[in-house]
Structures are given as C-alpha cells and as structure tokens.
C-alpha cells in the first residue's frame, strides 16, 4: 500500500530564510510522481512541483526545489527566502504510474514571521 | 484559476439527508478524483473515475457514490448523512496516462456542514 508521512505539524521560520519542509513516502509501484501542494486559508489547493521518480535532476520552480533521495524513499521540499504569503498548509503527494489515485500526507503549517 | 469549479461553495444539511457536489473539470482531462478533507488534516482520497467508470475507491463506504460525464462535470452524492461527514470536499481534474506528469488541478471545495 502507497502511503506519505509528514512529520512536522508545524513549523516557523523568519521571513528570508530558507526552509525545508520533509516528506517520506512508502510504495511498491516502480513508477511514481511526487508532488507537493500549499493550501491558503481560502481552502484552495496550489500545485508547487513534481518530481518523476525516473527524474535524475532535483526538480525546481523558482523558490522551490524538491530534494529527492530515492533510496531513503524522501521528497522534501526546500523554499528559499521565505515570504509572509508563504504562510499556509504545505502537503506532500504520490501517485502511481499513470498518475492514478493521488495520495496526501497529513501536511505541515508553515509560519513565516517578519 | 486552475480552470477547474465546484459548486455549491458551503452546504449546511441534515443528518440522514442526502447531498450531490458538482464539479466541472478542465477541458480535456479525462480523470477526476474527490476528496474529503477533515479540519486539520489532509485530504483523504474518496474514488477516482476515468474515462466515466469509477477506477479506484479510497476506506468510504458505498454511501459515497459518484458519477463522471462526457462533458467534463462529475458529481459526488453522499447518502444517509451523518455529524462526520462534515468536511471540505474537493474534486481535482487531470490527464491520466501513460506519462508521469501528471499534475492535478483543484477546485476552491465544498464545505460541507452536517448538523
């Protein structure tokens, strides 16, 4: 069975700085896509990056970058110089080949203090 | 705007009702998938209809049911409503295949008050 573990409830870091926010992740199937996602207080989910588990670059997109560590099964997600708009539920997702039933860890809170 | 729409935004029912969500999916994505996410956690996976047919179900029981049409608009109706049903519903659309890439794109929910 897939499964996605977030270990950090919550987490605060000082505006400009860097993060790194960890996931790790259980599955049997030999491809699968990882992703992450911020969710704002409005509720809405924000597609962040995705990284394919036949990627062998580290996936970026501006402030974020995922370090993937495909032995140690983890996906963490690094956002460089933090801003207050980042404050919000981060999730780390999987799913499997062909991109089928997407599964979400429990999330961490991200606190950006000024 | 991930182009994608759920309708109705809040909902406040009964228990024992009955409840049909609404979404609208981007063009041409032929999956979508629903949610139920619980204040302060994350979302849980419902079922997942591609190409119509229902492809996968998450631990809901059969009182979760869904349908998926050719115009890109899918419905989840939950039956026999109880106090923990009580949530934030949300459908994401996507282009499964073959390919890795595959992004889902949400819509705002549905929150869902079972009182």
């Known amino acids: 069975a897939q499964k996605i573990t977030q270990t950090q409830p919550g987490m605060f870091v000082q505006e400009k700085e860097a993060v790194t926010l960890d996931c790790t992740y259980d599955?049997?199937?030999?491809?699968?896509?990882l992703f992450w996602y911020k969710q704002p207080s409005s509720g809405e989910m924000i597609f962040l990056i995705y990284q394919g588990s036949y990627d062998q670059q580290n996936a970026t997109e501006g402030r974020y970058s995922l370090n993937f560590q495909k032995a140690r099964k983890s996906a963490n997600l690094v956002i460089s110089a933090s801003q207050l708009g980042d404050s919000a539920m981060y999730f780390c997702?999987?799913?499997?080949?062909?991109?089928?039933?997407?599964?979400f860890g429990a999330g961490t809170r991200l606190f950006v203090k000024a | 705007e991930t182009g994608v729409t759920q309708s109705p935004t809040h909902l406040i029912k009964t228990r024992g009702q009955q409840v049909t969500l609404r979404c609208s999916s981007q063009s041409g994505h032929n999956t979508v998938s629903w949610y139920q996410q619980a204040l302060g956690q994350g979302p849980q996976f419902i079922f997942q209809y591609y190409r119509e047919e229902e492809n996968g179900r998450g631990n809901f029981p059969p009182r979760f049911s869904g349908l998926q049409f050719p115009n890109y608009s899918s419905e989840l109706n939950v039956n026999a409503l109880e106090l923990d049903d009580s949530a934030l519903y949300l459908c994401?659309?996507?282009?499964?295949?073959?390919?890795?890439?595959?992004?889902?794109?949400f819509g705002q929910g549905t929150r869902l008050t079972v009182v």
């Open positions: 994401a659309s996507s282009l499964a295949g073959d390919l890795a890439d595959t992004e889902a794109f």
């Open positions: 997702a999987m799913s499997n080949t062909g991109g089928f039933k997407t599964i």
């Open positions: 599955t049997s199937d030999p491809s699968y896509g």
